[in-house]
């Protein structure tokens, strides 16, 4: 199957500082990635639909100027959390889809966010 | 109301049963579901696509029932290696966003 490559895995920060996650898709060309997040014993909440050469269509609740996302190439998508804070801990996890809409997602490893 | 609900378990069965649980979905609109299952710490991994016809794989067979809209998976002859979260998701309408139920947790021991 398609293969989807998240980076880091995991990483610790201080608050106040911010990180950056990449998702790759490496084996096919993703013009729609979603972004992830997850709490323990919680379901997987969709925080943004990441669009190659567009904006980034955020949900509800889901503050867009503190999770910057950039899709500049068609098998890459990035997640900047800005100004960490304790609260944002948490397991980010992206995917992304092939042709047509509605078929498997394919998911990265996903990255553990811990804020110190 | 959430799109997805799953009974969150846990659902403790010894190697060799069978266990079974169901989701709902809210969504009568939804067209593609799905089972995938996720171990502590990781991504999930498709188990497998839910037909309107249902179908098996292995040891594992999945339903739909889309007038009362749930669909169930079934495991037969539990390995440990059966441990995992099994999560409902959901597509509904003709964009790619998923929905996903909380999970449903199976504990198989020896």
């Known amino acids: 199957g398609a293969v989807v490559s998240q980076h880091p895995s995991w990483v610790i920060c201080k608050s106040g500082t911010s990180v950056k996650i990449e998702c790759r898709s490496l084996d096919f060309q993703a013009t729609t990635m979603f972004w992830y997040r997850q709490f323990p014993k919680q379901s997987l909440m969709l925080m943004a639909t990441s669009n190659e050469g567009s904006k980034a269509t955020y949900e509800q609740g889901v503050e867009k100027d503190k999770f910057l996302i950039n899709h500049a190439s068609l098998t890459l998508s990035t997640l900047t959390v800005t100004s960490a804070h304790p609260e944002d801990s948490s397991f980010y996890i992206c995917s992304a889809q092939l042709l047509p809409a509605g078929t498997e997602a394919f998911f990265g490893q996903g990255t553990r966010l811990t804020v110190v | 109301r959430k799109e997805v609900e799953q009974d969150p378990g846990p659902f403790n069965v010894p190697e060799g049963a069978t266990v079974a649980f169901n989701c709902t979905y809210s969504n009568s609109a939804s067209q593609s579901f799905f089972w995938y299952r996720q171990d502590c710490r990781k991504e999930p991994k498709l188990l497998m696509s839910v037909y309107s016809s249902g179908n098996e794989d292995g040891r594992f067979t999945a339903q739909l029932n889309r007038a009362s809209q749930y669909i169930s998976l079934l495991i037969r002859d539990s390995k440990l290696s059966d441990s995992a979260t099994y999560l409902c998701?959901?597509?509904?309408?003709?964009?790619?966003?998923?929905?996903f139920g909380a999970g449903t947790t199976v504990t198989v021991r020896a």
């Open positions: 998701v959901v597509n509904i309408g003709n964009d790619y966003k998923l929905s």
